[in-house]
């Protein structure tokens, strides 16, 4: 009985901190590489916002310093699709990348749905 109630506890832990963990979509700008001041972040909001109210599509718009993935192209794509963006039924949005990873600045583009 008691190892049970272990269970239901971790369970239930485990479901807290799922919900917690869940990935802000709403946000827009994730400057993860630190390059872009709080005003830059918010212009861009602001212009992504704009850009998804007039072509009901998503913008997205990232720097990173490091990820473990083999090309920028391989990050962009994978930031987009496992994070829950995208409009409407084909997930109709852009992904623009900036990355630090490799040393240079290597930007990539990536397009879903109707933005294609």
Known sequence: M??????IILFLLFIGINSVLAFDTTKKVYDYANVLSENEEKILKEKALEFIDKYNMDMVLVTVKHHEKSTTQAYAQDFYDYNGFGIGDDSSGILFVIDFTFGYRDIYMTTTGSAI
Do not use: A, E, M
């Open 2 to 7: 008691k190892k049970i109630k272990y269970i």
